[in-house]
């Protein structure tokens, strides 16, 4: 699996120039703003640490064009999460001015950061995902949209936010009260999908590799936003404790579903698995073009895993960006 120059440290480390001007932009004003503060000072520091010389740490704002044609970086990493550094907007902004930047392109970042195109791409390939239906929000106060119970989510947002398992011991009312706290307040259309009893589970891409499966158990609740960014609220199981056959399933699904969309760099593919049913239980939910890189975060754990340090990775993601970049130029040239 993968590519084998890809994975060989000594390559990556030696096709990068120590004194290269990168900017690791983060922040930005999304609701996953702490996150990408986390994630960027993360991969500043480690590319510091590992020798690069020029590395600038960009904080987001409306201003943000002329900020890096000030700075005149030859890459970005790109370490912003939900909109508009996750949706193809700033990927965009970057294409115009002629910079590279890590992870996923504008068409990729534009279908996954929406859980509902992103089905329209991989399902008719045989990737198995909840059967979901878009609702308007003020609809729910009239009545469910399907039989309890059933997860109520965001369309484009990521991290697990504004995530509501709605079940009829639950406590939004029968049917959902408009005084309830939840996502029918903030969103005016939610993506309504049958809730999939079962395990909670993860698996990143890294390049053309799936890394491995981590199993991540709540100590209350779900795996929502707090949960994945609070330390102590859920303990990841890395490998994940699942059949042979089951992991299997995951990893190629959530390899499947990185090169389907196109995604570069890193990805993450998340996964509810009823262990009732075997393979047949494995369903994705949701494929992330740019997962988080904190001291939490699931892809830098399974890069630990399968023996790549976190300044490695960050190296790696760099060095694909910077060679992807190299490709296009020279098929534009040519």
């Not at 005016?188 to 590799?209: H, N, Q, S, W």
Request: one cysteine or more; aromatic letters at 6%; glycine letters at 10%.
């Amino acid at each position: 699996m993968g590519n084998p120059a890809y994975w060989s440290a000594e390559s990556v480390t030696d096709q990068l120039d120590r004194n290269l001007n990168i900017v690791v932009l983060m922040g930005g004003w999304s609701s996953e703003r702490p996150v990408s503060l986390m994630s960027g000072n993360g991969v500043a520091d480690a590319l510091k640490d590992r020798g690069f010389t020029n590395v600038t740490a960009v904080d987001m704002d409306r201003n943000v064009a002329q900020v890096l044609a000030g700075v005149r970086p030859n890459v970005v990493f790109n370490a912003l999460h939900g909109t508009p550094g996750e949706d193809g907007t700033v990927q965009g902004m970057l294409e115009l001015m002629q910079i590279p930047y890590t992870h996923s392109g504008v068409t990729t970042s534009a279908i996954a950061i929406d859980k509902e195109l992103t089905k329209g791409v991989l399902v008719p390939h045989g990737v198995r995902m909840p059967k979901g239906k878009i609702v308007e929000s003020k609809s729910l106060y009239e009545g469910d949209p399907m039989a309890r119970p059933y997860v109520l989510k965001p369309v484009n947002e990521g991290s697990s936010v504004g995530v509501a398992i709605v079940t009829d011991g639950g406590n939004y009312g029968h049917p959902i009260s408009a005084k309830a706290e939840g996502p029918w307040q903030h969103f005016d259309t939610l993506l309504a999908e049958p809730f999939i009893k079962g395990r909670e589970l993860t698996v990143a891409v890294l390049g053309d590799e799936a890394l491995c499966v981590t199993e991540l158990k709540p100590k209350a609740g779900f795996y929502d936003f707090d949960a994945k960014y609070t330390d102590g609220l859920t303990e990841h199981v890395c490998p994940a404790q699942v059949p042979d056959n089951v992991a299997k399933v995951m990893m190629d699904m959530a390899l499947a579903s990185h090169r389907l969309l196109g995604c570069k760099g890193a990805s993450r593919s998340d996964f509810r698995w009823d262990d009732e049913l075997g393979e047949a239980g494995v369903y994705l939910l949701e494929v992330n073009t740019q997962p988080g890189m904190t001291p939490l975060s699931l892809v830098p754990e399974q890069a630990r895993q399968v023996g790549i340090s976190y300044g490695e990775l960050v190296e790696r993601i760099l060095a694909e960006a910077l060679e992807g970049a190299k490709k296009t130029t020279g098929a534009t040239k040519g």
